[in-house]
Every structure is written in structure tokens, then in C-alpha cells.
């Protein structure tokens, strides 16, 4: 909870975002079943929906920076086990923190009061002082510096906390966060495994290899940091994932071959490794979380927001957003990133995409099939307010002012560029515009048709206010969004829009729920009355036909359960709704959890497979402590151990 003074004329608003249903939870709970109303469809048997966000061990939100990025990673799950002779799907909750580095140092020094690393809002704060900045990277490298030191229960070797998303590759069901490697968990209890680098992961058996993400030297620690949203093939299997760093070229490009694959598709018979290839083109360190994966090319997008530790020198913050910059995209063949073509367009922020396909026309000389274009969806910011918002900061003015023609309302919104490849002397985006007028985040689509056309997108929006007034506090969605893109991409084509500014659909969120028509290609299932969601996610049905034939899942939770005084009621609860995604009407099952689940960031939905065939695990990491041992207990070491509480007291 939140801490609250006594006296209201002291009292300060709480942080948005470490408040309400935004406040962390402190309990874990193994897999316990549940009470659900409605009929759970039998294509969740034997699978589990995991949902990843930060939760920070403490929530002292007064006196401190703190980010809704921040927090240690919490894994929050519902498996789905088919028990008894008649087949009863019975769901089961579970929420576990993931043991990364830094969360066991953390609990095994309760000295330290505040997170160990510094808050994503003391980097991005114009008012943070370079002596504060300074000062808080120094207090981290000294904890991370006395953990490998004797007395220490855990050595931070890596200082990711895996808080951000999750995705299964090669039997690993992996969390994510662009600090650091994935990390593997178990399902359906969630355990945390160890760190996977791309060639082998802590605590399977025999887990040799070789360097994999990173390489080897003194710079491998920050190239081993990796995109909180790696891709997997559908088709080919193969994992694709980049990496962001502080020093030239800044990115570097991998891809983890399908399980017992010698080598990859469509590369030779000698290419069974493919880490650390450098994108040539990017100019400075970027704060890049997203990209853009197709059957044949990869898209890395080169933004104007910095994640730059030389800023500093330049009296500017770590983070800082450059409005009368260019947004650049970088489009290559997906083994040759040496062959990047960028395309350069007005500023803007994008955090995640939602697909990218290729578009190939029939050349009769050769015969053959030939890329000519790129397409991409991405859910496209028209500024960086979200960045500062999420640590409750008010975004800054910009330095340059932003010409006349190139200023845009505050929005996000589901765009579609596509990125001509046909001419060899000039990069061309043909198109770029807006699908439609209404907020839309979180983005996500059936898995079988990623990478490829796909019909539908499915995501969060807002119905009760603009996705600029909602920045002026915790944004919470509360309107489950399904678009046909496709009949909105070909509207475009047939009558396109204003470039960059336009939208196909100008409609807003009441004119479409208001909407009559069966054909509509936006529908959206609006929340009850004080309920919000979070990121939907689809599985399909087994024997439908259709692309949309299947379920939404989504943890919801109703505000109702909320004090005057903004804060959760003791017992607060959240939900799991199943939603019929071909209607977006119809809820078919309601799942009653024993807890509430924060608002977070990206789930993913394992199948009956995934969870079957999991890779061997040797051992899991624990919050144990170890033995001491007896000669611990000697004069020398009590004075050590002494001298060392007094060192984290001071930094605590």
C-alpha cells in the first residue's frame, strides 16, 4: 500500500502508478484452483495464460522516483487442467516472482530498502540533477560490487528483472526485459529456471555451449541485452531477437535456430551459429523496445528517443525525446543485416508492433517471386508523454520547436506503413497512415498468422476520454479492441488518407459501439462500469475455420473495490474473462481469482504442447538461504559481516 500521512494538509498524491490496482502485491500463491462461472472452452485444456510485470518488493511511493517500468518481474498465470473421468476443465492460479539477480540479493540484504537500481524516472526526470544521476549509477555499482563479495547470499551478475513479456522457443518458456538475456521459467508453476544466452541455459543438464547472446569481452555484459519482444517463426521455428547497447554500432541482431536444426532456412549448410551480427546505420544509443519480423525481413526501428549514458556530458537526461528529429527504419534481408535500407519519416515514438508481412509480385523473366515491399503494423505515439507519465512526470518542452505542419494531437494509434522495396536508388514509405481514429495499444494476433497478411488485430483501448487526457494519469484500459485490418488496409489503398496525419476510420469509440452493421471491421467489447482489462490475448479454437475463430483472454478487475482514498480494498480481487473473439460480444467464462493481479505489461498463452514438451530441468533457483558455515562464526567474520551491514546501510 501506499504510505499515507495522517495529517492531509502533509499528504501527496500517490504515485499513479504505484497506486489503486497499479500498487504491487507482496503475496505468492502456488497453483490453487479456482471457482469460475459460464463453460470454459475444451481448446484451454492443458494450456496456461502467463501474464509478466514489474512489482517492486517495496512500495514506499513517497520520497522516491519510481516508473511503471520499474519493479521485479511477477509471473501471474491460470493453467488449465483437465481432471476426472468426464473431462472437467478445472483452472488453477498461480503468481511467483522471478529469482533474477537482483530480486534474491535484494530479499537476502534487508538492509537495502529501496530498489537496487535506479528508477527509469531518475533517467528520464529533466529535473534530475547529473550529481543525482551520477550519485544513484554509483550506489548500483557498489551493491553489485559488494554482492560478489564474501557475506553475500547472490552475486548480480546480470541486473535484468525480467518484468516485461514472456514467449516459448525450443521447449523454454522465457521472460523477457531488454537489461539483460531471458531468463527461463517453469510451467504451469512458474519456478524460475536460470539465464538462456541462446546456446544454453542455467539449471538443465548438461548446459554447456558456448557464448551465444553477447560473445565474448569486456563489452559482451551490455550486447547480451535483448529486445523485451523477440519473434518466433511460425513456419521455420527460428527465434529472432536484437540487442540494443550503449557503443558502436549500438545493435546487433541475432537469430536461435529451431530445435535440432543444423542450420538455418535459407542459409548454407555452413551457418549453424547467427549471434551478434552488427545493423550498420544507427547513429547514437536508443531506448529501442519493439521491431518488426516478416518471412523474409526484419525491421529496426532507429527513433528519436535516446537511452543514452552520454547525455549526461551533454546536460540533457539518460532518456530524452527529440520531437524535431526523424524516426528512421531500418528494412534488411532477415540473414544479411548488412544490407539495411533506411527510411526516414516525421518523429515519433512506437513500443510495440503488431505485425509485418511481405508483399511479392511474379517476375515472368526469372519466374520467381520478388519482395516488393515491406508492410508493417505498429502502434504509433505522436510523442514520448508516456514515457514521462508512466514515472508521473509531466513531459518536458522540447528544445526545438516542432515546425507548424509537423504537429500532431497527442495520440497512439494503430498504423500501417509500407516500405517500398522496388527501386534500388531511393527509399520510399508508400504508405503510412492510420487505420483508425481511436487509441489503440497492446496489440496482438493469432500466432498461426503472424508474419504473414493476417486479418485481424486484436488490443486495448479507451472509450470514456482521449488517449491524450488519459496521459494526465495511470492509463487504464477499458474497451477490448478487434480490427480487419485488411479491409481497412484496402480502403487506404483505395482512398488514401492524409500521410502520417489521416485515418481510414475516423470514427470515434461511441460511434462504433453505436455501430449496426454485421460487416463493421472495427468491433469493440466495452468493460461494464468502473471494470478495466489488460492486454488481450487469442487462442484458437482447434476445429474453427476461421482466422478469428477462438478466445480472448484478459485479466480484468473492478473498480468498485477501491477506497476513497484510491487504494485497494483488503481482499480485492481480479478476474480472468474468456471472450469470444468472432462476436467481441459474448463472455463465455468468468474465472474468480484469490487475488487481484496489478495492472501489467504482456502475456502469452502456452499450449497443451508447449507445456508438454518442455526441455529437461535439472534445478530451479531458489530464495533458500544456504548453510553457514562454522567457521563463519569467527571473530574475523563477525567483524566483516559488521563492517558490511554498516556499507549497506549507508547505500540503503
Known sequence: MTKITNDPSERKPPHPYLSGNFAP?????????????????????????????????????????????????????VAFRLVGEKGIIRPEFVNQYILTDVYLSTITSPAISTPLLPSIATLVNPLSSLLTINLRIIRTLLLVFLSHLPGSEQAIKKISV????????????????????????????????????????????????????????????????????????PDTKELLLFHSTFVPPYVHYSIVRPLDAKTFVGKSPSSGKFYNAAVPGIRSAKMMHDFGVSKAHTVIMDLPLSLDPLNLARNKPVVAYDPSARSRF??????????????????????????????????????????????????RLTSASLVFSAGALAAPVPATAVPDHEREEEQCRLYYYNFHLDSSKQNVIRDQWALSAIPFEFPSLRDSASMSPAKYIYGCSVSDTSF??????????????????????????????????????????????????????????????????????FVARQDGVAEDDGWLLSYVFDERQLQEDGECMPGAKSELWI?????????????????????????????????????PIERLRSTLRRDKEESRSSLLWRTWMAVRRIVEISLA
Open 468 to 537: 491524450g487526457a488519459a496521459l494526465g494519469r495511470a492509463v487504464k484500459m477499458n474497451a477490448l479492441v478487434k480490427m480487419d485490418v485488411e479491409v481497412l488496409i484496402e480502403r487506404g489503398k483505395l482512398d488514401p488518407p492524409t500521410t502520417i496525419s489521416g485515418c481510414v476510420d475516423t470514427r470515434n469509440v461511441d460511434e462504433i459501439l453505436t455501430s449496426k452493421h454485421m460487416d463493421d471491421p472495427i468491433k469493440i467489447f466495452k468493460m461494464p462500469d468502473g471494470w478495466y482489462a489488460q492486454e488481450p490475448r
Open 25 to 77: 502485491i507482496q503475496h505468492v500463491q502456488p497453483l490453487i484452483a479456482c471457482p469460475y462461472t459460464g463453460t470454459i472452452p475444451l481448446d484451454l485444456a492443458g494450456g496456461e495464460y502467463v501474464r509478466n510485470g514489474g512489482n517492486p518488493l517495496a512500495n514506499e511511493s513517497l520520497g522516491r522516483d519510481a516508473h511503471w517500468f520499474d519493479g521485479d518481474g511477477m509471473l501471474t498465470g
Open 162 to 233: 525480467a518484468n516485461t513479456a514472456l514467449v516459448y522457443h525450443n521447449g523454454r518458456a522465457l521472460a523477457t526485459c531488454e537489461s539483460g538475456p531471458p531468463m527461463r521459467v517453469a510451467l504451469p508453476g512458474l519456478e524460475t529456471v536460470g539465464w538462456y544466452n541462446g546456446e544454453m541455459c542455467e539449471g538443465e543438464p548438461c548446459a554447456v555451449g558456448g557464448p551465444g547472446f553477447g560473445g565474448e569481452g569486456l563489452s559482451s555484459f551490455f550486447r547480451e541485452w535483448t529486445t523485451a519482444h523477440p519473434r518466433v517463426d
Open 330 to 379: 531500418g528494412v534488411f534481408p532477415r540473414y544479411r543485416p548488412e544490407k539495411v535500407r533506411w527510411f526516414e519519416t516525421r518523429a515519433c515514438c512506437i513500443f510495440h508492433t503488431a505485425n509485418t508481412w511481405d508483399s511479392a509480385v511474379f517476375d515472368t523473366v526469372s519466374g520467381k517471386e520478388n519482395v516488393e515491399s515491406v508492410n508493417m503494423l505498429a502502434c
Open 579 to 615: 471472450i469470444d473473439a468472432k462476436s467481441m460480444s459474448e463472455v463465455v467464462a468468468k474465472i474468480q481469482l484469490p487475488q487481484r493481479v496489478p495492472y501489467g505489461l504482456h502475456g502469452n498463452w502456452f499450449s497443451k504442447e508447449d507445456v508438454s514438451s518442455q526441455r
